[in-house]
């Protein structure tokens, strides 16, 4: 099994930036694609960003596309995730995960992280 463990989080201006990282350790890193999930207080944990084994393909929330990025570093068993144009709606914990193929489902993850906290002031 993977383990997960998030980091880059914190607090940051409407309109700002951050780059969360997630780095894996344990069985092979290149072989699980990534993906990253958030939860809001109050809100069910939904998809944020997801990327392929090695990278070639991604897919994002419409809610994200256009203003974050996520990409890997397999070399470094890490996994980015860059937020451009943050709006207090993107306030969450945001969560890497980990399986072999990508999905945007919650359920189809088993390997998670215990979160980044992100707070995005107006």
């Known amino acids: 099994q993977v383990q997960l463990v998030e980091s880059g989080g914190g607090l940051v201006q409407a309109g700002g930036s951050l780059r969360l990282s997630c780095t894996a350790s344990?069985?092979?890193?290149?072989?699980?694609?990534m993906a990253w999930f958030r939860q809001a207080p109050g809100k069910e944990r939904e998809f944020v960003a997801a990327?392929?084994?090695?990278?070639?393909?991604?897919t994002y929330a419409d809610s994200v596309k256009g203003r974050f990025t996520i990409s890997r570093d397999n070399a470094k068993n890490t996994v980015y995730l860059q937020m451009n144009s943050l709006k207090p709606e993107d306030t969450a914990a945001y969560y890497c995960?980990?399986?072999?193929?990508?999905?945007?489902?919650?359920?189809?993850?088993?390997?998670w992280g215990r979160g980044t906290q992100v707070t995005v002031s107006s």
């Open positions: 995960a980990a399986r072999r193929f990508v999905s945007a489902y919650v359920r189809d993850y088993d390997a």
């Open positions: 344990g069985r092979a890193f290149s072989s699980y694609a």
């Open positions: 990327i392929s084994l090695s990278g070639g393909s991604t």
